[in-house]
Nanobody, 114 residues
């Protein structure tokens, strides 16, 4: 079984930055890919960013140039650096990992508001 624990969410003003963390209970090299998703009330959970086992990254258009997904294999931790935050980035952010089956974290709330 895999556990993913997110942290780093909070309240930030527009234009500000946050860094989300996702601590995994096993080596990140065990996963085929890892992603960050976000979800707002009444909407589907949407992928925000992905990093593959080989290190390739991909982003949804709305966050390109503002968000960066990266990992620290020594700490078994995935990150999402979020800069130039906008009110429409407000959501619950979830960490996701795939290893034969999907694993989800519990989510962390990000609120962008003045």
């Amino acid at each position: 079984q895999v556990q993913l624990v997110e942290s780093g969410g909070g309240l930030v003003q527009p234009g500000g930055s946050l860094r989300l963390s996702c601590a995994a209970s096993r080596s990140l090299s065990d996963f085929n890919y890892m992603r960050w998703y976000r979800q707002t009330p009444g909407k589907l959970r949407d992928m925000v960013a992905q990093i593959t086992k080989g290190g390739a990254t991909d982003y949804v258009d709305s966050v390109k140039g503002r968000f960066t997904i990266f990992r620290d294999n020594a700490k078994n931790t995935l990150y999402l650096q979020m800069d130039s935050l906008r009110p429409d980035d407000t959501a619950i952010y979830y960490c996701y990992a795939n290893r034969l089956e999907p694993f989800w974290g519990q989510g962390t709330q990000v609120t962008v508001s003045s």
